[in-house]
């Protein structure tokens, strides 16, 4: 089974929490503090394993967690960093953010990876917050959360040439002939409903990979039939072989037929017709071809006069070996592999941006007698804080009424013994003091 498109949930490991402790050695009558900082969380992160073709790993395994840094110990010893988690995808590997819709990477190469979930900090002890006017803090945070998101995996297959064309014109055909593939090969429409790959071998020790890929139809760059299936494999191809039923079975217009498949190509991604592409004019050994083709020509010269058009017939194998040396041939002439909008330092780009804090980042609202305190910042700080000690609170205390949360609470009326709520904690307003 080929699977190509795979959703996936990772989260990054979370911190390990920082503790606190202090020391306790013999002739040590007054120790400081010594609780050691917690570990960072494993990272999640994707990299290429070129011995991969699917994503038929993903359709059994979709969740995917990276450990938990260790806690912190005492003697300040720091907790150890937990191991990244190595998830292994096939070469070909567009990963994307299902919230956003945002390319995240292209992967193409062996050994390219990316971090699609970072684990989160560790906490730090109580060694980082000792100052000279509390030398002994009895106060430690919890680790950072690790990064969680949902991701889409869409793989599109890495052939050197894409045969295209209408249902039934005789790319796996052609496909078989030329190489050990051994694709489905029927006399109805959508034989082929996955891509089947096949390595040509040309003389004077050339080679390339072909894909039979599966038949296009009418408002397929919309989705309709296999459409967007279907598609997204064309663009990693650096030769489009069109075949083209010359034959004219089933009444269809040769011309008329490659007129139409074109168009959906360019539809969907307008690179495609810059393309470099041969049109191979397979079933010449059926009655009436050659009059087709005649035609062929001539109506192809008034729209494309520099397109290759080579006869062939995939079933006696009449013009098949011109057909590959000439492919092979125009491959030496392109690059390796085709223009892509590729994120190739993934990770390693940085953005610094100057952000002007705004004045208040936080907002109070009344509900009946209680005040509520909404604030990412706040939350985020509290979430990490263990709220367990007389230390901890002074400082979020601090960071209240430097951020001007007191003030405005006064403002809005609040009077000792004023039940305020952030978060999931309540607090007791107290007029005049430095904490709740």
């Known amino acids: 089974m080929f699977i190509d498109k795979a959703k996936v949930y990772v989260k990054g490991g979370d911190g390990g929490d920082g503790i606190v402790a202090f020391r306790r050695e013999k002739y040590v009558p007054e120790g400081g503090p010594a609780g050691g900082d917690g570990g960072k969380g494993g990272d999640v992160i994707f990299r290429v394993d070129e011995g991969l073709r699917t994503l038929m790993d993903f359709r ?6 990276a450990d938990r840094g260790v806690k912190g110990r005492n003697k300040s010893q720091h907790g150890a960093n937990a191991e990244n988690m190595i998830v292994r995808i096939p070469p070909g590997t567009v990963v994307i953010d299902d919230d956003t819709q945002e390319v995240l990477a292209d992967l193409t190469r062996h050994g390219q990876q990316i971090i699609v979930a970072r684990g989160g900090r560790g906490g730090r002890g109580n060694t980082r917050f000792a100052t000279p006017s509390n030398p002994a803090p009895e106060l430690a945070e919890h680790g950072e959360e690790g990064q969680e998101r949902w991701i889409v995996l869409e793989l599109k297959v890495m052939a050197d040439v894409g045969l295209v064309g209408f249902p039934s014109v005789g790319k796996s055909t052609l496909l078989s002939v030329v190489s050990a593939a051994q694709p489905k090969i029927g006399a109805y429409h959508f034989t082929t409903i996955t891509p089947n790959l096949g390595v040509v ?10 894909a039979d890929l599966p038949g296009l139809i009418e408002g397929a760059h919309e989705g309709v039939g296999l459409g967007h299936e279907f598609l997204r494999h064309v663009e990693r191809t650096r030769v489009i072989i069109h075949v083209v ?7 269809r217009d040769p011309f008329d037929d490659w007129l139409k498949i074109n168009e959906e190509l360019k539809l969907y991604n307008a690179d495609l017709e810059k393309r470099p592409q041969i049109v191979a004019a397979n079933k010449m050994d059926m009655p009436e071809a050659e ?26 194998r009449q013009g098949v070996k011109d057909l590959l040396y000439r492919t092979a041939d125009l491959l030496d002439q392109i690059p390796e592999e085709p223009v892509l909008e590729e994120i190739t330092d993934l990770n390693e780009r940085k953005v610094y941006k100057l952000v002007k804090e705004e004045e208040q980042d936080f907002i109070i609202r009344r509900e009946n007698e209680d005040f509520v305190v909404e604030s990412a910042k706040i939350e985020r700080m509290m979430k990490r804080m263990q709220l367990n000690t007389h230390d901890a609170i002074l400082k979020l205390a601090r960071t209240l009424r430097h951020m001007g949360v007191d003030d405005e609470l006064r403002k809005r009326g609040a009077k000792d013994g004023t039940i305020v709520r952030i978060g999931d904690f309540e607090f007791e307003f107290v007029e005049g003091s430095s904490y709740y």
């Open 245 to 251: 039923d010359m034959a004219g079975s089933e009444g």
């Open 60 to 65: 059994y395994q979709r969740h995917f967690k």
């Open 201 to 210: 071998d040309v003389d004077e020790g050339r080679s390339f990979v072909m």
């Open 291 to 316: 009059e087709h083709l005649a035609k062929f020509r001539e109506q192809v010269s008034e729209v494309r006069p520099d397109l290759e058009i080579m006869p062939i017939s995939s079933l006696t």
